[in-house]
T-cell receptor, first 113, second 113 residues
Framework: GDSVTQMEGPVTLSEEAFLTINCTYTATGYPSLFWYVQYPGEGLQLLLKATKADDKGSNKGFEATYRKETTSFHLEKGSVQVSDSAVYFC????????????FGSGTQLTVLP | DVKVTQSSRYLVKRTGEKVFLECVQDMDHENMFWYRQDPGLGLRLIYF???????EKGDIPEGYSVSREKKERFSLILESASTNQTSMYLC????????????FGDGTRLSIL
């Protein structure tokens, strides 16, 4: 079945540091890939998405490229801010499976001033 | 922007009570979902609906039921609440095809005493 593996957290960075959160996936079909962010006490917000190989999703300074050859969708940001502190979830949606998203376990990011 | 509204942010109920969690979306989405989120267990799908009056079980439907009488509204029902149903409940909606993202509400933190 489908699965998503994220790097273990928590991750603690200083403000303006470079961020990478690794995400790899396995899927039987042709998945779409997503990054969601969850701020404390809130629901999940879509951060970015990519629907086919080599697509780059970007939003709020975050980027991720859909790499089919390495089955990866790593999240990156060049300079993090304290306000980026949150939990980040990688997820996939397989066109052959209409029912749900498959989520990674989430990565807690804390950015220190 | 898609708006998914959950009726309560926080809810406290007693064991044995019948509990209703309401979710409304404003984008005419066909698909709606209920998840619960627990530390260490991630997000788990309880039920989903792909059309009015249609529903399908997710991974953990036991102890829950759902109702979708109108396209914009998806209700989760705890028939007889138990303490192990204390959790964060997240509702989501999605347009027709699975390569579209799910959009989440802010969540309901439910405590069963």
């Amino acid at each position: 079945g489908d699965s998503v593996t994220q790097m273990e957290g928590p991750v603690t960075l200083s403000e303006e540091a470079f961020l990478t959160i690794n995400c790899t996936y396995t899927a039987t079909g042709y998945p779409s890939l997503f990054w969601y962010v969850q701020y404390p006490g809130e629901g999940l917000q879509l951060l970015l998405k990519a629907t086919k190989a080599d697509d780059k999703g970007s939003n709020k300074g975050f980027e991720a490229t859909y790499r089919k050859e390495t089955t990866s969708f790593h999240l990156e940001k060049g300079s993090v801010q304290v306000s980026d502190s949150a939990v980040y979830f990688c997820a996939l949606s397989d066109l052959g499976s209409a029912r749900q998203l498959t989520f990674g376990s989430g990565t807690q990011l804390t950015v220190l001033p | 922007d898609v708006k998914v509204t959950q009726s309560s942010r926080y809810l406290v109920k007693r064991t044995g009570e019948k509990v209703f969690l309401e979710c409304v979306q404003d984008m005419d989405h066909e698909n709606m979902f209920w998840y619960r989120q627990d530390p260490g267990l991630g997000l788990r799908l309880i039920y989903f609906s792909y059309d009015v009056k249609m529903k399908e079980k997710g991974d953990i439907p036991e102890g829950y039921s759902v109702s979708r009488e109108k396209k914009e509204r998806f209700s989760l029902i705890l028939e007889s609440a138990s303490t192990n149903q204390t959790s964060m409940y997240l509702c989501a909606s999605r347009a027709g095809t699975s390569n579209q993202p799910q959009h989440f509400g802010d969540g309901t933190r439910l405590s069963i005493l």
